[in-house]
């Protein structure tokens, strides 16, 4: 499957990121002003499929760029999922430079053997923490 990552906020629709988010348990009754908010104060990673308009994946990290960051609303669009987007896209964040170096930290109930993958360990059932090396 061919796809593309891009990076920021200004590259993407809110109300698609909205449309992806409403698919989740932990953002599915947010408004859209809130989201939009949360877009314009973090890093937004998004996934296209090669030749499509429409996005398949969002996540976005928060971060003080000296310590830490906080992984969060990673999401892949139903209908795209089991093809490795999710893998591809927490891969692309965790390798940016911006964030190596720094302890990463993240909430899931259900995808922690995603995250292992990429040096998260689960500390508490939900929380995962990816040590600084």
Do not use: Q
């Not at 003080?64 to 990673?74: G, M, N, R, S, W």
Request: glycine content about 8%.
């Amino acid at each position: 499957m061919n796809y593309r990552i891009i990076d920021g906020a200004d590259e993407m629709d809110s109300k698609e990121v909205a449309a992806l988010l409403k698919t989740t348990y932990w953002a599915n009754k947010r408004s859209l002003d809130t989201i939009e908010k949360t877009m314009r104060n973090s890093s937004c990673y998004g996934v296209y499929l090669e030749g499509e308009k429409k996005l398949a994946g969002f996540a976005r990290v928060i971060s003080d760029y000296a310590t830490t960051y906080y992984l969060c609303d990673v999401v892949i669009d139903p209908a795209c999922r089991n093809k490795g987007l999710g893998k591809a896209l927490v891969s692309h964040i965790v390798s940016l430079p911006e964030y190596a170096g720094l302890r990463g930290l993240l909430l899931t109930k259900d995808a922690h053997g995603l995250y292992e993958k990429f040096g998260f360990e689960n500390v508490s059932g939900r929380a995962m923490i990816k040590p600084t090396h």
